[in-house]
């Protein structure tokens, strides 16, 4: 789990002599292991912010508090369910950088991701022409490939929770074995398709050689078993698919500075 600090975050901004720091980014997070709903979200962004360069710093936010903390910030539900009762969940950003008097203040993940790439052109994850391809490969990820892996992780992110238990229960021996088993079934699945980049691409990442929005929705899976279940998790999916998995980790390595 080594953070490697770049600090390459703050460049671009000179300071004025008196100590006016420029306004940053705040990304709002969970600390630590967390049940959250699928908690790779907020490292989507985390990724997308490392990888663009922006100055930004981090707001823990427990469990307990997410809707009373976004609530006191006028963040909009991320979602709202078929009762019409919002939905708040992290991330959410708030950006002061083009105004600081009307920071923006969003929610919703791939929101957030769109709206980083159009205020923030530079060093693009969604090449030209790729938004509508890109958004459904994560949707995959999102919905299909990591669904497996709930079973495994949430009782995990539950025992390491600071109440213990709770939830659903561990699962056991056999039990585990075939859960690991469903999973490996969508690594196989995705290493097959992301293979047939390596003819007219790097092999590694989903669109040719450079990393985009997609590897990152990917490596945030990646992050959260490689925190989450390192000895039992990690060790085997590195070594899976000829080590594919660890090769696109160690590409988007450079981009998970916790700031």
Not at 18 to 30: E, H, K, Q
Not at 101 to 121: F, G, K, R, W
Not at 180 to 191: I, R, S
Request: charged share 20%; hydrophobic share 35%; with cysteine.
């Amino acid at each position: 789990m080594s953070r490697h600090h770049h600090h390459h975050h703050r460049s671009g901004y000179p300071s004025s002599g008196r100590g006016m720091s420029p306004p940053l980014i705040t990304l709002y997070d969970i600390p630590g292991h967390t049940p959250q709903p699928w908690a790779p979200n907020i490292w989507r962004i985390r990724f997308i912010l490392n990888y663009k360069n922006l100055p930004y710093k981090t707001v823990w936010v427990d469990t307990a508090n997410v809707e009373s903390t976004l609530r006191s910030i006028n963040a909009p539900p991320s979602a709202v369910r078929s009762d019409g009762r919002p939905v708040y969940t992290l991330p959410v950003i708030v950006d002061p950088t083009r105004n600081p008097m009307q920071p923006e203040v969003l929610s919703n993940t791939n929101h957030i991701a769109e709206y980083l790439e159009s205020a923030y052109p530079a060093r693009p994850v969604f090449p030209e022409g790729s938004r509508a391809m890109q958004s459904l490969f994560v949707h995959y990820i999102q919905e299909v490939f990591a669904k497996p892996l709930l079973p495994i992780m949430i009782p995990l992110s539950h025992q390491q929770m600071h109440h213990g238990g709770g939830g659903m229960p561990m699962l056991q021996g056999s039990q585990r074995e075939q859960a690991w088993g469903a999973v490996k079934e969508q690594f196989d699945f995705l290493a097959m398709i992301m293979d047939k980049n390596a003819g007219d691409g790097d092999g590694t990442v989903a669109m040719g050689r450079e990393v985009t929005y997609a590897d990152f929705a990917l490596c945030s899976v990646l992050v959260w078993i490689e925190r989450m279940a390192a000895h039992d998790g990690w060790t085997r999916v590195r070594g899976w698919n000829g080590g594919r998995w660890a090769r696109l980790y160690e590409r988007c390595r450079p981009y998970m500075d916790e700031l």
